[in-house]
């Protein structure tokens, strides 16, 4: 029989956004399958974390989104471990700029595959287990779907298709398992630090003049998951209002 907790599986859930959508939800009651790539120190660190608020509520898994059969094998690992899935969160992303007028098609496929394929995929796979919970996904976009960047081309577009695969996927999916995806701005810059000047310019388009925090997109994930029983198929851009310029 299914727990008493509802059960989430979100990706990329090791650092960054992850962490921060991972410890929202835990601390909303939420017993989590956490997906990771490479960062395995970070996701056992953070299991253990959650674990010591609560024993027995966290599964780390690890695998490569551009596995095609590792998806079901996530879906099948978490159903198995807590009885029940209820939400979905597609966070994890590969992001690398490039530079248009040599992009290989190596790293356009890379960028569709972790980015639009994966999150299609891993939703058709929990489909049956979401709709006998009727609950929801959310798919991290990124602003930049909507205003790309000249160094970012491959990524906008594999964006821009997970944008369209939200909607595709509220309506195939619905009427039990509601869609939807957040489009951060900036939230936190790369590993590897970002030019000053761009830095500069980012912030000059944001409205609200700073830069977002990782627990106002998890706020986000957490409403749209939980408590935004009217809302499917929407893109809710969490950034700062660059959006409107």
């Given at each position: 029989?299914?727990?008493?907790?509802?059960a989430?599986?979100?990706?990329?859930?090791?650092?960054?956004?992850?962490?921060?959508i991972?410890?929202?939800?835990?601390?909303?009651?939420?017993?989590?399958?956490?997906?990771?790539?490479?960062?395995?120190?970070?996701?056992?660190?953070?299991?253990?974390?959650?674990e010591?608020?609560?024993?027995?509520?966290?599964?780390?898994?690890?695998?490569?989104l551009?596995?095609?059969d590792?998806?079901?094998?996530?879906?099948?690992?978490?159903?198995?471990?807590?009885?029940?899935?209820?939400?979905?969160?597609?966070?994890?992303?590969?992001f690398?700029?490039?530079t248009?007028?040599?992009?290989?098609?190596?790293?356009?496929?890379?960028?569709?595959?972790?980015?639009?394929k994966?999150?299609?995929?891993?939703?058709?796979?929990?489909?049956?287990?979401?709709?006998a919970?009727?609950?929801?996904?959310?798919?991290?976009s990124?602003?930049?779907?909507?205003?790309?960047?000249?160094?970012?081309?491959?990524?906008?577009?594999?964006?821009?298709?997970?944008?369209?695969?939200?909607?595709?996927?509220?309506?195939?999916?619905?009427?039990?398992?509601?869609?939807?995806?957040?489009?951060?701005g900036?939230?936190?810059w790369p590993?590897?630090?970002?030019?000053?000047v761009?830095?500069?310019?980012?912030?000059?388009?944001?409205?609200v003049?700073?830069?977002?925090?990782p627990?106002?997109?998890?706020?986000?994930?957490?409403?749209?998951?939980?408590?935004?029983?009217?809302?499917?198929?929407?893109?809710?851009?969490?950034?700062?209002?660059?959006?409107a310029?």
């Open positions: 029989m299914p727990g008493g907790h509802p989430a599986l979100v990706t990329g859930a090791a650092r960054r956004l992850g962490a921060a991972a410890r929202r939800l835990h601390a909303a009651g939420y017993d989590l399958a956490l997906h990771y790539r490479g960062s395995a120190a970070e996701a056992a660190a953070l299991a253990a974390e959650l010591a608020t609560r024993a027995g509520s966290v599964l780390l898994l690890q695998a490569e551009a596995e095609f590792r998806l079901p094998e996530l879906v099948a690992r978490t159903v198995g471990r807590f009885g029940r899935l209820d939400a979905l969160v597609n966070n994890a992303s590969e690398v700029p490039d248009f007028g040599s992009i290989h098609p190596d790293h356009w496929d890379r960028m569709m595959a972790v980015n639009a994966a999150p299609f995929f891993l939703a058709q796979a929990a489909a049956p287990h979401l709709r919970a009727r609950g929801a996904i959310v798919n991290l990124d602003i930049y779907a909507r205003d790309p960047r000249e160094d970012l081309a491959a990524y906008a577009i594999s964006k821009g298709a997970l944008e369209s695969a939200t909607r595709a996927l509220a309506v195939a999916m619905a009427p039990e398992v509601r869609v939807n995806a957040v489009a951060p900036a939230i936190l590993d590897d630090g970002i030019d000053p761009l830095q500069e310019r980012l912030l000059a388009k944001t409205p003049g700073r830069t977002g925090t627990d106002e997109i998890a706020a986000a994930v957490l409403w749209l998951l939980r408590d935004a029983g009217y809302t499917t198929g929407t893109v809710l851009a969490v950034d700062g209002g660059r959006g310029r």
